[in-house]
């Protein structure tokens, strides 16, 4: 997961100075009254969202396959701590039942 997030990161710094280039360049318009901290980020956020959605399908199902076996895996510790406990349970109310 961490590797998928810093490639998506990485798309967004190159996208981010791709977009303040064009700005500086004067082919992007900047944003109004010096609004351009916020124009050029979100624009960027804008641009690299669609390309880190086809670039980075196959390491997102990789993550995504990774974090499902992890769910999974602490699924079943739950379960088999809740059948400790109910057998803990069990013989707690067996005993007291013959006192």
């Known amino acids: 997961?961490?590797?998928?997030?810093?490639?998506?990161?990485?798309?967004?710094?190159?996208?981010?100075?791709v977009v303040w280039g064009l700005v500086y360049a004067g082919i992007v318009p900047s944003g109004r009254n010096g609004s351009?901290?916020?124009w050029i980020?979100?624009?960027?956020?804008v641009i690299s969202a669609?390309?880190?959605?086809?670039?980075?399908r196959k390491e997102r199902d990789r993550a995504s396959?990774?974090?499902?076996?992890?769910v999974d895996r602490m699924k079943a510790n739950m379960e088999a701590n809740a059948g400790?406990?109910?057998l803990a349970d069990d013989r707690t109310r067996a005993q007291s039942q013959t006192s």
């Open 65 to 70: 396959i990774q974090v499902a076996a992890r």
């Open 41 to 45: 980020p979100l624009l960027a956020l």
């Open 84 to 86: 400790v406990e109910d």
């Open 36 to 38: 351009n901290s916020l």
């Open 50 to 56: 669609p390309i880190s959605f086809v670039v980075l």
């Open 1 to 17: 997961m961490l590797r998928y997030t810093l490639m998506r990161l990485g798309i967004f710094v190159g996208c981010l100075v």
